[in-house]
């Protein structure tokens, strides 16, 4: 089988979450561009603690997820790649951890400065991170992610942990 681009996981992953109810806040497609969603910019405060345009120094430890899904109190971090990442694993797991104030300073912003309509206040979320890629590949499950497995632009697995109601 081979593995798909990384703009087709992308664009498969937004169509089974919109066919299942899930309202899509914000995103960024690979390369930067989207016009559906705002992305979700997560920026380190010490680092970008005024309105100047130096962006590099903004950008650095910034994290931008390329999905945010929201279903009722529950909220779907999303990573893609056109293969599994134990890296992006990584990266979701520090985000909702040491990097939690950083996510949700950010959501605040986005419902604050784009109107974002969120399905539940964002003291009541539940965080879900999620991993998307191209498969069937090997690889062993946290049980504290989500995976979302792209097979075909209409062929996708979904494995959840227990904080995650079927799809």
């Known amino acids: ?81 056109p293969a599994y990442s134990r890296k992006d694993e990584e990266k979701l797991t520090k985000l909702l951890s040491a990097r939690r104030p950083h996510l949700l300073s950010a959501l605040e912003d986005l419902v604050r400065t784009r109107g974002v309509k969120l399905q539940s206040e964002i003291a009541n979320l539940v965080f879900v991170p999620a991993l998307g890629f191209s498969g069937p590949v090997p690889f062993r499950p946290n049980q504290e992610l ?9 062929s996708i697995i979904f494995q959840g942990n227990e904080i995650l109601p079927s799809i």
């Not at 279903?71 to 999303?78: A, F, P, W």
């Not at 989500?146 to 209409?154: D, G, L, N, T």
């Open 1 to 81: 089988m081979t593995k798909l681009r990384e703009d087709l996981v992308h664009l498969a992953v937004r169509r089974f979450l919109k066919e299942r109810g899930w309202q899509l806040v914000a995103g960024q497609y690979p390369n930067g561009s989207d016009d559906e969603l705002h992305p979700l910019n997560i920026v380190d405060p010490l680092l970008a603690c005024d309105k100047s345009p130096d962006h590099r120094r903004h950008s650095k430890n910034k994290f931008v997820p390329d999905l945010v899904a929201c279903k009722g109190n529950r909220m779907l971090i999303i990573e893609m790649k």
């Open 146 to 154: 989500c995976y979302i497995i792209v097979r075909s632009q209409s």
